[in-house]
Nanobody, 126 residues
């Protein structure tokens, strides 16, 4: 079964940057999506970004477009979320998820992600 391990969370000031990592193990398929979701206090889980394999296509929530960038290192089975120009409203627990056999219409749907990481806290404050 697929296991996802996240790292890179922390506390930064507004305007700062962080890079989150999600390393996957146990998977054999070449067709899947890796995604980042986040959950702020009192809020529902929110889609942030996704990357599809094997195409490498990326998808972003409007709230982070232009500030966040998702990338991959195929040799390490790892995806990254580079977060720049961080805002206080980016404060949340960030989760890594994996969706088998994705299509464009489901790439943003949290219910289609079968595997999840443990979550990592991102705090943006002065």
């Amino acid at each position: 079964q697929v296991q996802l391990v996240e790292s890179g969370g922390g506390a930064v000031q507004p305007g700062g940057s962080l890079r989150l990592s999600c390393a996957a193990s146990g998977g054999t398929s070449n067709s899947y999506a890796m995604a980042w979701f986040r959950q702020a206090p009192g809020k529902e889980l929110e889609f942030v970004a996704a990357l599809r394999r094997p195409t490498g296509a990326t998808y972003y929530a409007d709230s982070v477009k232009g500030r966040f960038t998702m990338s991959r290192d195929n040799a390490k089975n790892t995806v990254y979320l580079q977060m720049n120009s961080l805002k206080a409203e980016d404060t949340a627990v960030y989760y890594c998820g994996r969706q088998p056999n994705p299509i464009v219409s489901t790439i943003r749907n949290r219910d289609r992600y079968a595997y999840w990481g443990q979550g990592t806290q991102v705090t943006v404050s002065s």
